[in-house]
């Protein structure tokens, strides 16, 4: 699979941060998980706030800075790490939305999935689905936890 993972937030960070420097839970989650997909046979595409051109690491994962992405550019996945703006201002060429939420308050979000641009929320624990979901009157269909 073609799978493009967002994370337009800062710190911006590299395939090789965390063992020279370490990162916050979700930023390590997020590359550790790219890493497994790639050993796993995708390409996947990391596009994040570091300033890089795209890079080819090897094995299947790639890496650029954010303004590289391209919505309308084929992908079998787009995940995008804490932040639905990206699904909201761009009609993504993608078999799968997802957004990982990481936070507690998610404003707007329901509304997202309504119209289409996100097809399914990861939250970390239930007690933050259930909190949102009601909040933004989401069907369980577009949640995991």
């Known amino acids: 699979m073609k ?6 937030n800062n710190p911006p960070f590299t395939w090789n941060w965390h063992d020279a420097r370490g990162l916050g839970g979700s930023e390590n989650g997020m590359l550790r998980t790219a890493q497994h997909l790639a050993r796993l046979g995708h390409e996947v595409f990391v596009f994040n706030n570091a300033e890089l051109p795209p890079t080819d690491v090897g094995g299947g994962l790639h890496w650029a800075n954010l303004s590289f992405f391209n919505p309308g550019e084929r992908y079998d996945v787009v995940y995008s790490l804490r932040h639905r703006e990206p699904f909201d201002r761009h009609k993504m060429n993608a078999g799968l939305r997802v ?18 641009k996100l ?27």
């Open 3 to 8: 799978i493009a993972m967002l994370y337009p």
């Open 99 to 116: 957004l990982f939420l990481a936070d507690t308050e998610s404003h707007g979000l329901g509304e997202t999935i309504r119209q289409g």
């Open 119 to 145: 097809d399914l929320v990861m939250s970390v624990s239930h007690w933050q689905k259930e909190k949102i979901q009601l909040e933004e009157h989401i069907h369980s269909d577009h949640w995991t936890v």
